[in-house]
């Protein structure tokens, strides 16, 4: 016959024969039983560790559990539920959003919005790798700062780093301290604008690098100017306009993923309806223009998620459906028929 010695609420995960102990892991407790199945001790989820059970085990030092957020948790038999957290040396997740490398530095940030650039509630912090990773928690940050994307490092002075916040504008970090949050009270950046709704202010900020001269150039979502420079050294913003190819910013186009700038000086940019737009100050004779047509352009889709310049200055464009390059980068404003190639990878 069979005799029913325990019954659980939710499917156990895991069971194993631990240091003696009969170890039954569920996806919100672990229960531990001696060698006569007499429950010695439970561990339940607690708020600061708000993550799932995977496995666990006993030792002769205590509980060890298994967890989908926090890595390992380190406990015992007497108190179960008092966790401490065991993981090496990393980053605060494992679900990074943008990694930025440069001048011996590495910066990860968890931020998120949505593929349509709708922005997601993500609350979490940056990690920063010089020989160790040294974390900053977004308790930490002294700013309402969230969904953290884009970093931009400066190039003139490396502790000195930007980063992207998809609602409240652009995060200063210096020697790993936040020093500033820009936004559209002390800066040049501007909130869209909810026609019959003005109190809603939203700076929905992605892609941002430096130029060789040590400007900053950020991407600004749904406003009339996109495109603004700053310069860490004046505090100097210039925003340009985009309504000439974009009139109506906040239904046209629904945000911008990456910039980068070529040899010319150009800045290329990734859109969301309107594909891969250039843009060159030209001395004050500003040059901009977009293209996003199959047909035509050869682009598989006008939204477009990550850009790069090659040492030929070529540019590699990744959208949603696929890789292309636009070789000749010199002449885009000029070519009334710019087209990208395909490239085709053999396995």
Known sequence: SITELFTYSTLPLDLKNSNNNLVVTTQNNVYV???????????????????????????????????????VLRSTINNASSYTEIHPNGPLRNDVFSVEAGFSNVW????????????????????????????????????????????SINPFKPQQVFISSFQHGLLEIDNNEPVNLYNQLNSGLESLIIPGNPNVVS?????????????????????????????P??????????????PD???????????????????????????????????????????NDENIA???????????????????????KGLRVLYNTSNFFEDESVSTSAIIILE
């Open 33 to 71: 039983y001696d060698e006569n199945f007499s429950l010695l001790s439970t561990a339940n989820i607690v708020p600061e560790f708000d993550a799932e059970f995977t496995s666990a085990v006993t030792t002769n030092e205590g509980l060890y559990i298994g967890t989908t957020g926090f890595g």
């Open 108 to 151: 990860a940030t968890y931020g998120a919005y949505s593929l349509t650039y709708f922005p997601l509630n993500r609350r979490y912090g940056v990690s920063h790798l010089q020989e160790d990773w040294f974390n900053i928690p977004y308790d930490s940050l002294q700013f309402t700062a969230f969904s953290l994307n884009y970093t």
């Open 203 to 231: 700076i929905r900020m992605t892609g941002s690098t430096f130029d060789r001269s040590g400007l900053l150039w950020t991407l600004t979502g749904r406003v009339a100017k996109p495109l603004k420079s700053y310069d």
């Open 233 to 246: 050294n004046s505090g100097q913003w210039i925003g340009y306009d985009f309504s000439e190819i974009i």
């Open 249 to 291: 910013p906040l239904n046209d186009e629904f945000g911008y993923s990456d910039i980068v700038i070529d040899a010319n000086n150009t800045k290329w940019i990734g859109g969301y309806n309107y594909g891969l737009i250039g843009f060159n100050e030209n001395g004050g004779n500003q040059l901009l223009k977009f293209i």
């Open 298 to 320: 050869n682009l598989p889709s006008p939204l477009i998620r990550a850009l790069a310049i090659d040492k030929q200055s070529q540019l590699w464009i990744g959208t949603i």
